[in-house]
């Protein structure tokens, strides 16, 4: 099997960074007792074990390299066509009781679950090397930034922590000798990569994640969902912080006033591309920067909100990225860049689906077969991913990596509905926010296994990622809002509203930066809206649409309440709120009484 790679013996003076601290000591030893590792390679992520890693991993074939001049110092992967997504039916959250991990969350018990995933990872690693990578999460001063061990037998982890993970002497400084300091265990194997045997399991109170038998980057790049959202969600509460599934991006005005805004979109709804938007011109001297692309992490400070992204690189989806959509994305991964599960054409380059120019006449599809523009397969997986480190991107936000975040000015909830929902309105206050965030639904997508454009709730656009009781989860944000003396504006954004024709009524990319002008106008106290039932809506007057080809129909149609689909977007609230079995608070089945009484005559 192609990932399954054999051992790798380093030369001295590498692989052999082993920190001090007795508890990573102990628990690596305890993990290498039970999976059997032909040897110990003790990550330090320099440029030396980096070049090591990738001669290796081309010569295992976990890489191939891409043609040096079109993409330098870039590498395709392709995973096993079996494990192409994140796998929600195999994620588990293993709390005490099942009602800590709450009805949105696969649950099993923690002794059990360890005894069955040390069951599977006894001898496991057998006849290969095991790595131990030391990373962090946050920026180097930041008191959110938190500590992260990630055993692996896949160089292709190894390889992507470096680019998503600020990698090796800066986490071990930052950890200590304490043996007591909180630090996050993850251990990961890829096994035989069989989805039988792959289980994705975390287990909040101990700080712990075991994933097995994937190597797809949502299930094994432990940094990610696992330790920045899963059990930082639970982190977050416990400590009286956020984690969210957010981009956070930076806005500034020709005249140098800069707010930053927050947003929480699903998986594959836009999050990198309204992160790394580029204002059209009409907008000349504004400026938009990104933070970060897919995970917030914020505190109250002088009663607001802060932010830092976690992460040091992106993860996103390649289908669809083109210098049109996403001009700032592409620069970005035009070079140090691994790719997953695209095309190879003949001369060494990538491609996928909505890469801008022609399609090759010949390329080899992520499966590693021949593929022509006749071919009735896709060249690229519409899951296929980049990683690539955040330095790339040319609107990287000068205030990235400072430590006590970044002011929040608007938190922006937003989903992939074809109907109902209007392309923007405010909510009336936190609370009244945090209900629209606990009822966002969304159409799903190839970024988790199963059907695609099926409307789910999708709360927060967290409903993967809590890693505890959904309804204790609402509760922490309406306990966020009572310390907030300047909290937020929350608004909900729908780029995806469809017309009689079935056809996108708003152009989106660059130019929902008129509705981000508006988002800011009120902000700032200037921009109009109408009290609706549902919140503040910008009447067509006070959205700044000048040089946009877009018809008054569309506008009208984009901005409208149709009280029908809102008689049925009310119930299907309810509807959602009964099926988590009562533990909603009080407060939000309130605000639901209390919309569906601003839709009476
Ligand atoms: C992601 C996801 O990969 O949300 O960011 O699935
Ligand atoms: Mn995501």
Redo the contacts with the bound molecule.
């Keep these: 099997m192609k990932n399954l790679a054999p051992a790798i013996f380093p030369p001295k003076g590498i692989g052999d960074a082993k920190p001090a601290n007795k508890a990573v000591l102990d628990w690596v030893q305890d993990i290498a007792t039970l999976t059997q590792p032909e040897n110990i390679f003790w990550c330090d992520g320099s440029e030396r074990e980096h070049e090591f890693l990738i001669a290796e991993s081309l010569n295992q074939n976990v890489l191939i390299e891409l043609n040096r001049k079109k993409v330098p110092r870039s590498y395709l992967h392709r995973s096993n066509p079996n494990d192409v997504a ?1 796998v929600e039916q195999f994620t588990f959250v293993c709390t005490p009781t099942k009602q800590e991990a709450g009805p949105t969350n696969n649950w099993s018990e923690p002794g059990e679950t360890y005894a069955k995933l040390r069951g599977l990872l006894a001898g496991a690693m057998r006849g290969r090397t095991m790595f131990v990578i030391p990373y962090m999460m946050g920026p180097a001063d930041s008191p959110l930034s938190k500590v992260g061990f990630e055993i692996t037998d896949s160089k292709y982890v190894v390889l992507s922590l470096r680019i998503m993970t600020r990698l090796g002497e800066i986490a071990v400084k930052r950890l200590g000798n304490d043996p007591e300091a909180e630090w996050n265990r993850g251990v990961h194997s890829l096994l035989d990569i069989n989805p039988e045997r792959r289980f994705i399991c975390h287990f909040p109170q101990d700080n712990t994640i075991i994933s097995v038998g994937s190597g797809y ?2 299930n094994v790049l432990l940094s ?2 696992c330790l920045a959202l899963r059990i930082g969600s639970y982190l977050a509460r416990a400590q009286g912080w956020m984690a969210e ?1 957010m981009l956070i991006l930076g806005v500034e005005s020709p005249e140098g006033r800069k707010h930053y805004v927050a947003a929480a979109f ?3 709804c836009g999050k990198t591309n309204f992160a790394m938007l580029i204002p059209p011109a009409r907008f000349k001297g504004w400026k938009v920067t990104t933070i970060g692309d ?1 995970i917030a992490w914020m505190r109250i400070r002088d009663g607001r909100l802060y932010a830092v992204n976690p992460e040091n690189g992106y ?1 996103g989806v390649v289908p669809g990225t083109s210098h049109k959509s996403n001009p700032n994305a592409m620069r970005s991964i035009a070079h140090d860049t691994i790719y997953t599960n695209v095309a190879l054409t003949d001369d060494g380059d990538v491609w996928w689906e909505g890469k801008d120019a022609e399609p090759p006449a010949h390329a080899i599809d992520w499966l590693g077969n021949d593929w022509t523009p006749q071919s009735r397969e896709k060249a690229a997986h519409p899951n296929s991913r980049f990683t690539t480190p955040m330095r790339n991107n040319p609107a990287l936000d000068c205030d990235v990596e400072k430590g006590d975040g970044v002011p929040i000015s608007a938190i922006i909830f937003g989903g992939r509905r074809s109907d109902t929902v209007p392309l923007i309105y405010q909510a009336f206050d936190w609370n009244h926010g945090v209900y629209l965030g606990a009822t966002m639904a969304s159409e799903t997508t190839a ?2 296994a199963g059907a695609v454009g099926r409307v789910r709730r999708d709360p927060m656009a967290m409903l993967p990622f809590c890693g505890y009781n959904i309804g204790d989860y609402f509760q922490h944000w309406l306990d966020v809002g009572k310390r907030l003396t300047n909290p937020p504006l929350i608004f909900n954004v729908n780029w995806f509203r469809k017309g009689a024709d079935a056809k996108f009524l708003w152009p989106g990319f660059g130019e929902n930066m008129r509705v981000l002008k508006w988002i800011i106008d009120r902000c700032e106290g200037s921009g109009g809206a109408l009290k609706s039932p549902i919140g503040w809506l910008p009447s067509p007057h006070d959205l700044d649409l000048a040089e946009l080809d877009i018809d008054h129909n569309a506008v009208d149609e984009l901005l409208g309440l149709d009280h029908e689909e809102w008689q049925k977007e009310i119930a299907a609230h309810k509807e959602f709120f009964d099926s988590l079995g009562g533990v909603v608070p009080e407060e939000l089945q309130k605000q639901r009484e209390q919309l569906a009484a601003r839709f009476e005559p």
Excluded: C, V
Aim: no cysteine; hydrophobic share 30%; proline share 8%.
């Design positions: 994140r980057g949502g990610k969902k599934h699903p998986s594959a897919d993860f970024a988790a």
